[in-house]
T-cell receptor, first 111, second 113 residues
Framework: DAMVIQNPRYQVTQFGKPVTLSCSQT?????MYWYQQKSSQAPKLLFH???????NEADTPDNFQSRRPNTSFCFLDIRSPGLGDAAMYLC??????????FGPGTRLTVL | GEDVEQSLFLSVREGDSSVINCTYT??????LYWYKQEPGAGLQLLTY?????DMKQDQRLTVLLNKKDKHLSLRIADTQTGDSAIYFC?????????????FGAGTRLAVHP
């Protein structure tokens, strides 16, 4: 089945220790998104790639970076995680700017 | 501001109808969406409505849109235990050249016997 896969599903890191979250997709969609969802809050768009073009949201902290080495994979790098970065991170994909398909998310814990 | 608002919790009896309400902010939003999130899973698009429509029905789901009041609702008929989940309302304001979704905080629907 075509899908959006996120690894790992649960990630624990230490305060200030860089961490990378992974997203892959078998849908061959050209747009990939990263959202942050804190507990009991709305998912919030961090950035997205349209093909190879990176689009950052104005209020996304510099601590968050992303890489997209090919169509199928997209990574979220958190350079120096703080306690406030503990959240569920959702990856989504779309064909053009159409319906977004979401992965199951990675829950990040910062100790 | 960009706040989509929903009530946080709804409890219904199995077999009853559920109505989940949402108010959005941008009257020029072209599309309005309802997503469902089950425990441990990603967001699943349930349905959406174009802004030029007042109502959309899809099997047990009915979406009502009141553009004047910027109010959106999702009615689930004959609610089942499998409908227990968090339901997110989202709007897609125009501009910016891309499909940015602005989500509400979600309504947790609990279905009891």
């Amino acid at each position: 089945d075509a899908m959006v896969i996120q690894n790992p599903r649960y990630q624990v890191t230490q305060f200030g220790k860089p961490v990378t979250l992974s997203c892959s997709q078998t849908l061959n969609h050209n747009v990939m998104y990263w959202y942050q969802q804190k507990s009991s809050q709305a998912p919030k768009l961090l950035f997205h790639y349209y093909d190879k073009d990176f689009n950052n949201e104005a209020d996304t902290p510099d601590n968050f970076q992303s890489r997209r080495p090919n169509t199928s994979f997209c990574f979220l790098d958190i350079r120096s995680p703080g306690l406030g970065d503990a959240a569920m991170y959702l990856c989504a994909t779309s064909r053009g700017y159409n319906e977004q398909f979401f992965g199951p998310g990675t829950r990040l814990t910062v100790l | 501001g960009e706040d989509v608002e929903q009530s946080l919790f709804l409890s219904v009896r199995e077999g009853d109808s559920s109505v989940i309400n949402c108010t959005y902010t941008d009257s020029s939003s072209t599309y309005l969406y309802w997503y469902k999130q089950e425990p441990g899973a990603g967001l699943q698009l349930l349905t959406y409505i174009f802004s030029n429509m007042d109502m959309k029905q899809d099997q047990r789901l009915t979406v009502l849109l009141n553009k004047k009041d910027k109010h959106l609702s999702l009615r689930i008929a004959d609610t089942q235990t499998g409908d227990s989940a968090i339901y997110f309302c989202a709007e897609s304001p125009p501009g910016g050249g891309y499909n940015k979704l602005i989500f509400g905080a979600g309504t947790r629907l609990a279905v009891h016997p």
